[in-house]
């Protein structure tokens, strides 16, 4: 029989994927090593936590750490047994499960409030869970529990001065709700039990739960048998068509019988797929082309997304332009002239970035963007925040293009994309000599680590200036990308 504890992330992770659970206590060797990206937002919730005990200030802090569970435990009976009246991270366990809680609150009846701070904005189901396990083993422990509290950010709040929890975080009542939950975790822990004690992994197979509530760690080793360019790649087919296509036996994208039930973009990437060669609607893509007017501005905005807000006037997780690449064509097959700006890091970046912008940008001509909706968001939410530049920043909306349009809209379906129209399958496609391999920051992921590292004030002045260059070589090659794609569909037209 499995005797090991479980803690509250492992019961997430049963609930999520048997498989995980099972991996996670026998075979951690298969997990990779914590990325830079997860290591950030690890750091990120961390912060958010500490931020949340200011709500509930004076607390006591339980400090053993998980290397010392015993001492953890023998202190939290220590506070819930003395005059303690807040305690931050109590330790219990019961039922083979061991929790640490976030904050508990002690009431003049001498029953407790359960708190559990979260970096999200809203309830989830997961949450429910998360402190419905929380529950059990405080009750089983024989702590008495008056109400179970979510904290979540209120993404309503706007900075003004330094944060105040008060205002940041607003507090949701489930105590019904996990209240409800209760039975059915004491059935999931048995089940988890089970599993454990097995000598064999459960197979589940691979599905939605891979990546659903979380990404998970062990994806790379059950995902290792899937062929290259699989029926898990078809863009936009749900999970229930390809549980029925895994069903009959088909992996590959290009297996796929022409009958089945597909929508007609997916239809014509298969038609691609199968064929290897490139669909071409000249005159769709005649049509795009013509709506583009010089001098021409392929521009591309790198954002930062802090759930604790930087900047007076900033909401959590508000997406904060820090960089914009500007190419700038005056006529049709010009060479592009380059402009870049990027925030110093010790200041609010945006200001810096308006003024760039409404500088280098002329009254008359396209902005060319790829998945212009998203620039053209982020310039909504500066004239919102900025009045003063609002009239001249709203302005600029109406001139913007899509470079992504043809290739959404399948006037041109390359075999290469293998159904998918993002830059960085698009422009190996096209532009074979071009690519993002090599770049020390090569996706937008890359970028705002970068950024948040220089936010951070703790690197010496070399790395800054390495992590700098490395970003302007990274957003240039995005808007370099736009100019090189626009002549290949003008030369094919």
Known sequence: MFKKRISKSQFMMGLQCLKRLWLYNHRRDLMPPVGP?????????HAIGLLAREYFAGGVLVDADHKHIPQALKRTAELTGG????????????????????????????????????GSTELKDEHLRDVAVQRYVLEGSGLRLRKTLLMRIDNSFIKSGPLEAGKLFALEDITKETSALLPETGRDLERFTETLASAEAPEPGIGRHCSTPYDCEFRGHCWKGIPEYSIYDIPRLSWEKKYMLKAM???????????????????????????????????KLAKFLKKIKYPLYHIDFETVM???????????????????????????????????????????????????MLE??????TLLAFNSSFEMKRIEELARDFPASGAALLALIDRFEDLMKPFLERAYVHPDCHGRFSLKKILPALIPDMTYEGLAVANGGDAQLAYYNILSGKLPPGEVERLRKDLKIYCGQDTLAMVKILEHLIEIV
């Open 37 to 45: 990206e997860q290591q950030q937002l690890f750091d990120q919730g």
């Open 83 to 118: 005059g303690a009246d807040i305690i931050y991270e109590g330790t219990f366990v019961f039922g083979n499960v061991l929790v640490r809680c976030d904050i508990l609150k002690r009431n003049r009846d001498g029953s407790w409030d359960l708190i559990e701070a979260k």
């Open 249 to 283: 036996g088909i992996l590959l994208f290009k297996n796929v019988p022409d009958s089945f039930d597909l929508s007609e973009g997916q239809k014509l990437a298969l038609k691609v797929e199968k064929s290897g060669e490139a669909l071409l609607d000249r005159k």
């Open 306 to 356: 802090p759930g604790l807000p930087l900047y007076d006037g900033t909401r959590p997780y508000q997406q904060l332009p820090f960089q914009v690449s500007l190419h700038v064509q005056a006529a049709p097959g010009a060479e592009p002239l380059h402009f870049e700006y990027l925030g110093d890091g010790l200041n609010d970046p945006r200001p810096g970035l308006i003024s760039f």
């Open 360 to 365: 280098k940008i002329g009254p008359e001509g």
